[in-house]
């Protein structure tokens, strides 16, 4: 089916290891986010890219990196976690600039839960 | 810089009736769009609705409208005769031009359905 993908979909670090969180897109989308989901605070924009081997920040960026060398994948990488980092991960992707309706095609991922111990 | 509000943390509501979810923002671009998503228990985030800035009347979709009031900058969701599985978190999200149209997220209202 059609969609995004993340990997994995659960997962326990301890404090100071690092990880790779994928995301992966079919819909030949051009722009890919990820987010961060905490109790109470909705979803928060860690990094987003417009384009292959394009990333900005976005409001929540510190203690990770990201990657976009090709369009249809989407790399969230932490360093160095720490428990702070304790979310749930959601990479979402869309269109480019569309005029009208709800075309960008917004389209989310299951989501990966993440545990820093 | 665009602003989503939700202001109302949880909602209780018994089946059959209608329920209004609250959402104001803030934006200064003249043009902008505006999205409700569902996320249950499960945790997937389910777009319900869309209203555009210049979109003329109310989206509706189904049991779920729209009750956007451009001049008081809010767009609130309005689910009608309201079932168990309506249950969930509802986020209130718009576009941020600024962030490659990335969606910003208010903190979501919990809706509770009791029979």
């Known amino acids: 089916n059609a969609g995004v993908t993340q990997t994995p979909k659960f997962r326990v670090l301890k404090t100071g290891q690092s990880m790779t969180l994928l995301c992966a897109q079919d819909?030949?989308?051009?722009?890919m986010y990820w987010y961060r989901q905490d109790p109470g605070m909705g979803l928060r924009l860690i990094h987003y890219?417009?384009?292959?081997?394009?990333?900005a920040k976005g409001e929540v960026p510190d203690g990770y990196n990201v990657s976009r060398l090709k369009k249809q994948n989407f790399l969230l990488g932490l360093e160095s976690a720490a428990p702070s980092q304790t979310s749930v991960y959601f990479c979402?992707?869309?269109?480019?600039?569309?005029?009208?309706?709800?075309?960008?095609?917004?389209?989310f991922g299951s989501g990966t839960r993440l545990t820093v111990v | 810089a665009q602003k989503i509000t939700q202001t109302q943390p949880g909602m209780f509501v018994q089946e059959k009736e209608a329920v209004t979810l609250d959402c104001t923002y803030d934006?200064?671009?003249?043009?902008?769009?505006l999205f409700w998503y569902k996320q249950p228990s499960s945790g997937e985030m389910i777009f319900l609705i869309y209203?555009?800035?210049?979109?003329?009347q109310n989206a509706t979709e189904g049991r779920y409208s729209l009750n956007f009031q451009k001049a008081r900058k809010s767009a609130n969701l309005v689910i009608s005769a309201s079932q168990l599985g309506d249950s969930a978190m509802y986020f209130c999200?718009?576009?941020?031009?600024?962030?490659?149209?990335?969606?910003?997220f208010g903190k979501g209202t919990t809706l509770s359905v009791s029979s």
């Open positions: 209203q555009g800035s210049y979109d003329q």
């Open positions: 934006t200064s671009d003249p043009s902008y769009g």
């Open positions: 890219s417009v384009g292959e081997g394009t990333t």
């Open positions: 979402a992707s869309s269109y480019g600039t569309r005029t009208g309706a709800a075309d960008y095609g917004y389209t």
């Open positions: 819909m030949n989308h051009e722009y």
């Open positions: 999200a718009m576009r941020d031009p600024l962030a490659g149209t990335a969606l910003i």
